[in-house]
């Protein structure tokens, strides 16, 4: 009934707002224009308002801006941005007319595009693509952080879990076999559906190329909204490098510790008055701090950008990654607890391996039918294809010894992707509104390949391998045979996917200080029926269609005192889906999730200084677990048949900051607390059976921290370039890293005689990084983790990875226009 009269209330909220008092005229005036650099480019991000007035805007990417709802009157017009010099000009408004008023600033593009990057211009007034409307973040009500390209390239990285580190809430909880970081966010654990690209859902294997990226983009609690599917941590958001109007671009050379070698080009420029390109690619040979383990990695990313008018244009970007590199499980563990024996001991096969394969291609096309209304359409495909084979599981007992047990994998996914976005600005009456409509699809197509290692003399199919156990604290025990086992083909598994969802969300002006956003989401999610298929005997079985839909709402007061605060209180839920059935063996229905949120965002010290802060609940009352009776009413110990009335809570808190505060400083910080736990779950209940008279099921144990998720995390980091003087270019910097308490290992039931949980200390890591730029030339190097910490990433018991090493990193750079 809750939930009902939830959902029933957001419709009548944006009714009220959209349908309520229809006249679309304004009795006021508009000024409008465009601002263009001194070569005759669009200038973007530039700020403008009316003195004296609280009436700004700001030039979106084609250097247009508009001010709406302006009593009459003659007014004084300013502009300024970072670097440049700010002009003014009078400008007379009529009502019912628009006032057009045009700038030239004496910058050029590049010097402009220069000099906003080094600014670290206030993210509270950037939009976030994640948002899908051109709204600056202060107008969003919940966490959102941007990590630029600046950012990226200072601080050398290379990963997308390098990147991660920076923002605070999300925090790496497992890196299973080297394989696939797993990160976690409010508690919630951040998949493939969570992580997109350009605003498309992307794989995450094979571990994303960062050093080419435009900035990562994270909006963090519920996004369920926009995006159907998605867990209810947070959402991340790849932003590729795109085409430009101008002829540019970087040659590099990164190399570092464990003979690392990385050249990196990007080139970039016109075609035509109307198309222009721009060509990325990397290669990256590795080794490691851990022994026998090593990398090969090819990137690409063309894109292609065709004005057809000043009103529509086309994108069209793909790229290919192709990334070979040892599984690698870590040390493992003795007896469920971590010993320290070396951390560059190496348990896997001599000759694991794992190859993935990655392409994506997307066409982007936006259309303005005017100032007011925009239309995005996205269309996008992904192959994803992993080829493994190797160990896993060193887990060893209280001596020492584990088995090797090998796994062979391959998998090939296909993904498709189709959203149609609009936008529009309108008013009713006096309130204004900022609509947007969407309508999205997603379709996955997973091949998986079932293998064995031949038959026994008798005929039968060998299904486990065990390579030969090892003694962790012997090395010599580690080779074994050195030779790969054979595996041969045995059966295919086809599982398809799709999900459908369609979405309207408006942001209501009521006040320029108190606004409102609203909106519902309808997501259709279908399992399709999985089809499998034995080689031998050309057997076909297939698996039940499943199909689910939820409603997810959103409703969020927003409150503006002052033009540089912001403060928000919102509720949105987002659903789950869950496997199993129900006591009568029905399809379980998706868990519900509610998310609580209420936050402050501030532009101090005229936007040089960015102080953001959010407190969260998030709290899913009807999770699944074992139900205590079948529908007779008798004892039930089938752990298929469930019931939905469990609950866990996750609690946190997050604070960041960003500035500027002097000419060539810049720096990011943040802070995050969470406490994700289960506070309601089934009791002991005895299940006796026939082999077992004393067996017990119950849910799980309530009040202990999840597995995965963070205690506390900090970062903070810090650069500074010398401005002038013999020591103009001089760049130094430094960023620390704090990874609280956690758990490894699993959370138990109540029934338990034993925990299993693996508790993980905090740690800390600092990065020092010196460089200087001489012209077009630019050298950068770090050493990180200078104090060579050592701490562990933890999956279950088995995927112990430590963390790097004290290591040494430089890129040369040589930039072209």
């Not at 009436?55 to 970072?82: H, P, R, V, W």
């Not at 709204?135 to 990285?157: E, G, R, Y």
């Not at 799980?700 to 401005?723: C, D, S, W």
Request: charge should be positive; hydrophobic fraction near 35%.
């Amino acid at each position: 009934m809750k939930k009902l009269f939830t959902q029933i209330l957001s419709v009548i909220t944006i009714s009220i707002f959209l349908f309520g008092n229809v006249q679309a005229q304004t009795k006021n005036g508009i000024v409008s224009g465009i601002i263009k650099t001194s070569d005759g480019k669009p200038a973007p991000y530039v700020n403008v308002g009316l003195l004296n007035t609280n009436k700004t805007s700001q030039t979106d990417e084609n250097g247009n801006f508009i001010i709406k709802n302006i009593t009459a009157g003659t007014y004084t017009l300013k502009i300024s941005a970072i670097g440049t010099i700010s002009q003014e000009k009078q400008v007379s408004v009529t009502t019912g007319q628009t006032t057009t008023v045009d700038f030239a600033i004496a910058e050029s593009a590049s010097k402009l595009k220069e000099v906003a990057v080094n600014g670290y211009r206030t993210p509270n007034s950037k939009s976030v693509n994640l948002g899908k409307t051109n709204i600056p973040t202060k107008d969003l009500p919940q966490s959102a952080q941007i990590i630029t390209s600046q950012v990226i390239a200072d601080q050398q990285a290379d990963r997308l879990g390098d990147v991660m580190k920076n923002v605070n809430g999300v925090a790496l909880g497992a890196n299973r076999g080297s394989v696939g970081e797993n990160f976690y966010a409010r508690g919630y654990s951040l998949g493939s559906n969570n992580t997109f690209k350009n605003g498309s859902r992307t794989s995450i294997g094979g571990s994303p190329e960062a050093s080419t990226l435009e900035s990562v983009e994270v909006l963090k609690g519920s996004a369920a909204l926009l995006y159907g599917g998605v867990t209810g941590g947070a959402v991340i958001n790849m932003v590729t490098k795109k085409p430009q109007f101008e002829y540019g671009g970087q040659v590099s050379l990164r190399t570092g510790s464990y003979d690392q070698y990385k050249p990196m080009v990007d080139i970039y420029g016109p075609i035509s008055q109307k198309l222009a390109f721009r060509a990325i690619s990397t290669y990256e040979k590795a080794g490691s701090f851990r022994d026998n383990v090593k990398s090969k990695r090819v990137y690409v990313n063309p894109s292609l950008l065709y004005k057809i008018s000043d009103k529509t244009d086309i994108l069209l970007q793909g790229d290919y990654l192709k990334s070979n590199y040892t599984p690698d499980f870590g040390v493992g563990s003795v007896g469920s607890k971590i010993i320290d024996y070396g951390r560059n001991q190496f348990i896997n096969t001599p000759w694991a391996y794992n190859n993935t394969n990655t392409v994506t291609g997307q066409l982007n096309v936006n259309h303005k039918f005017n100032d007011n209304w925009k239309m995005n359409v996205i269309s996008s495909f992904q192959s994803y294809g992993r080829d493994y084979y190797g160990a896993e599981r060193p887990a060893a007992d209280a001596t020492g010894v584990a088995q090797r047990n090998l796994t062979r994998s391959k998998t090939q996914e296909y993904t498709y992707n189709q959203q149609v976005n609009l936008t529009g600005i309108f008013n009713t009456g006096k309130i204004k509104h900022t609509l947007l409509v969407g309508l999205d699809a997603d379709q996955s197509r997973v091949t998986s390949n079932g293998f064995n290692y031949g038959k026994n003399a008798n005929g039968t199919a060998i299904t486990a391998y065990n390579y030969g156990s090892v003694n962790l604290f012997n090395p010599a025990t580690y080779y074994g045979s050195g030779l790969i086992p054979t595996t041969f083909n045995i059966s295919e598994t086809f599982t398809p996917v799709y999900r459908y969802g369609a979405f309207v969300q408006d942001l209501v002006e009521i006040t320029n200080k108190f606004k409102v956003l609203a909106g519902i989401r309808y997501t259709d999610q279908k399992n399709a029926r999985t089809k499998t298929t034995v080689f031998e005997t050309g057997a076909i079985t297939r698996a039940a269609t499943k199909i689910e839909g939820a409603f997810s709402p959103k409703v969020a007061l927003i409150y503006q005192p002052i033009q540089s605060t912001s403060m928000y209180l919102s509720y949105a839920n987002n659903f789950i889906s869950n496997t199993g059935t129900d006591i009568f063996l029905a399809a379980l229905p998706p868990s519900i999730v509610d998310d609580y949120e209420i936050g402050v965002k501030n532009d101090l010290f005229g936007g040089r200084l960015t102080a953001n802060l959010a407190v969260y609940r998030k709290v899913n009352s009807n999770i699944a677990q074992t139900a205590e009776f079948d529908a007779q009413g008798n004892i039930n110990s089938n752990s298929n048949i469930k019931q939905l009335n469990g609950t866990t809570k996750s609690d946190g808190l997050e604070a960041d900051l960003t500035g500027s505060i002097l000419p060539g400083l810049n720096f990011i910080a943040g802070y995050s607390y969470n406490f994700m736990r289960y506070t309601n779950t089934a009791p002991i209940v005895a299940t006796p059976t026939t082999a077992n008279p004393n067996a017990t099921t119950s849910g799980m144990l309530e009040g202990v921290r999840l597995v995965g998720t963070t205690k506390h995390t900090g970062n903070a980091t810090l650069f500074y370039t010398i401005q002038e003087g013999k020591a103009k270019g001089l760049k130094l910097g430094t960023s620390v890293f704090y990874t609280g308490k956690r758990n490894g290992g699993w959370n138990d039931n109540k029934a338990a005689t034993t925990l299993r949980l693996i508790p993980l200390d905090a740690f800390t890591t600092v990065d020092f990084s010196a460089g200087y730029s001489w012209k077009k030339l630019s050298l950068l190097a770090k050493v990180s983790n200078i104090t060579n910490a050592l701490n562990y990433y933890v999956h279950e018991n088995y995927s112990v990875n430590p963390i790097a090493p004290r290591q040494f990193i430089t890129t040369l750079s040589y930039r072209f226009k």
